[in-house]
């Protein structure tokens, strides 16, 4: 039991990881553009380690092939979100940084 | 859609959502008596079955001749996916700590891409493959236009391509 709480709780704390790096990418990045870079990445991996976290620590059960589920659909509808938004500011014109410019 | 393939693909759709919602509900069947089971299974089969019958058009498309062999490539490619997320997702990491540069640059490119699921699979890869994000698609010419963090992102899909090949030889539009 000790084994598969350690190894739960290695998966969680490197997806909370993840999860903040995102964060300060979105801070600290230049333009819309590189922020979402930062957001749409690093929060897939980060929520697939948490969501694999939570199936090590329940075991093998009905829950686990539900959190699986959640998971599959993420990796489809994390990026379509991220996409949807580019194509929103891309198409309402947000000038793109280039390397030297000022940070908007 | 060819006439003769729609008893197919109704079975296929049918198998598919029975087994999700078998795999979602279960422990209803679970719980009750062993003479109870075809009774709470019904209501599984019957709502499969009205779920296949009304979007088999959708779920096993036009170009749906070689659906099984599709399947067969599209799961190493899924695996090399997410290898591809955790490479991402360190490129990411790096560029936020300053150790690689941010020069961002927005690149077109053409692909022989034509079917929707194909299109969608690629700007999916593509927004999840380090470095990349798709803005547009022109799924005519089958031309994407993609914003990139920095040069080496932009010129693995420009000059090395080697994620459109994938793509094309997982859905046979090479």
């Known amino acids: 039991m000790l084994a598969i709480d350690v190894i739960s709780t290695m998966f969680l704390a490197a997806g909370a990881f993840f999860m903040i790096i995102g964060t300060a990418g979105l801070l600290r990045f230049p333009d819309f553009y590189t922020r979402l870079h930062a957001t749409g990445k690093c929060d897939t991996l980060g929520q697939i380690l948490i969501i694999v976290g939570c199936m090590t620590y329940e075991g093998l059960s009905f829950i686990t092939i539900k959190l699986f589920f959640v998971s599959a659909f993420y990796l489809l509808v994390g990026p379509t979100g991220t996409h949807a938004l580019m194509k929103a500011a891309y198409a309402s014109g947000l000038p793109v940084w280039r390397k030297g410019d000022k940070r908007m | ?174």
Not at chain 2, 42 to 50: E, K, N
């Open chain 2, 1 to 174: 859609m060819k006439k003769e393939g729609w008893s197919f693909s109704i079975a296929l759709t049918f198998c598919v959502m029975f087994a999700f919602w078998m795999l979602l509900s279960a422990w209803t069947v679970y719980l009750l008596e062993p003479y109870d089971l075809f009774k709470v299974s019904s209501r599984g089969i019957l709502a499969a079955l009205i779920v296949s019958f009304l979007t088999y058009e959708i779920f096993v498309p036009s170009r749906g001749e070689n659906v099984l062999l599709k399947i067969r490539r599209l799961i190493p490619y899924i695996g090399w996916e997410l290898w591809q997320i955790y490479l991402a997702t360190i490129d990411v990491t790096k560029r936020v700590l300053g150790i690689l540069p941010v020069d961002p640059r927005i690149i077109e490119f053409d692909t022989t891409l034509r079917s929707d699921f194909a299109l969608v699979t690629f700007a999916n890869s593509i927004t999840l493959t380090p470095g990349t994000i798709t803005i547009d698609i022109e799924p005519e010419k089958g031309r994407y236009i993609v914003h990139a963090i920095a040069k080496e992102p932009a010129e693995s899909l420009t000059v090395d391509q080697t994620m459109q090949k994938k793509v094309g030889h997982v859905f046979m539009e090479e």
